[in-house]
């Protein structure tokens, strides 16, 4: 028994180190990198988002677009404000 347990505990301590040797490998072959500096030099723009429903009649091939009066018309809304 006391032989099984010190087997054991050198496979746990043995795993243990094959472990931490792969997170280090793993850290210096993908180091962290910011790219704070790329960023200021790019103009950031805020981005808009339209939300629009859109139902395709097939019958008589018509689209119909959801307003936000909640009726449903044939042309598109004009997103642009």
Do not use: R, V
Not at 53 to 76: E, R
């Amino acid at each position: 028994m006391k032989a099984n347990l010190i087997q054991l505990l050198a496979a746990l301590i043995g795993l243990f180190i094959l472990g931490w040797g792969e997170l280090k490998n793993y850290e210096k072959q993908h180091p962290i990198t910011t790219t704070w500096n790329d960023l200021k030099q790019h103009q950031l723009k805020a981005i808009t988002y339209y939300t629009s429903y859109i139902a395709y009649d097939p019958n008589n091939n018509k689209t119909w677009y959801l307003y936000s009066d909640g009726i449903w018309y044939d042309k598109p809304p004009n997103l642009s404000k």
